[in-house]
């Protein structure tokens, strides 16, 4: 996800309807309201457990708060898919895991009146073994924790804020244990 303030590549720009039409900075993205592509990662362990990450306090967006296992900007030149591969390992230290797709939603929103957020977050899910060794990148990730449907119910219900929106709107969307 590379969210910190070091420099950020050119990430892929597409239409309305999800068409590539070049690339951009996420500065230029973000100030223009220009659509690009971001891919969200849920991961279920063999007891159906879900891992969520909580963002290091070193992100630039959302930090602080519980986001889905890994995820990030689809960056020029790569493929959804390839990007959900290389934050898996950037983020966790996971190779060689099966994606499946989930489906792919478009969001518009606006971030501190400073950021337009115009966005195709296609999300994948990955089911991996109860004992999967997990290797989170400290500057991005602060902890993860494993999180049964019920304690994740629990813990939206009493502090939906520590929450991404992205991850909220996915679990609605994609999870109807979750």
Known sequence: MRMTNAPYPPVV????????????TLAEVWNKGLYHRIVSIFIVDSDQRML???????????????????GGH???GFTYEQTAK????????LDGVKLEVAGTFRSNNALNGARIVNQFERVYIA??????????DPEE???????TSAELTAQITQQTEKFTPGLLYALRKYFSDF
């Open 127 to 136: 089911r991996v073994p109860r004992d999967v060794a997990l290797r989170p």
């Open 52 to 70: 969520l990450q909580l963002r290091s306090p070193q992100v630039m967006m959302y930090p602080n708060c519980w986001d889905q296992a890994a």
């Open 13 to 24: 720009v597409v239409d309305e309807n999800d068409n590539i039409l070049g690339s951009a």
């Open 86 to 93: 290389k934050e898996l390992f950037e983020e966790l230290g």
């Open 74 to 76: 689809v960056d020029e």
């Open 141 to 147: 990730v602060s902890a993860v924790q494993w999180f």
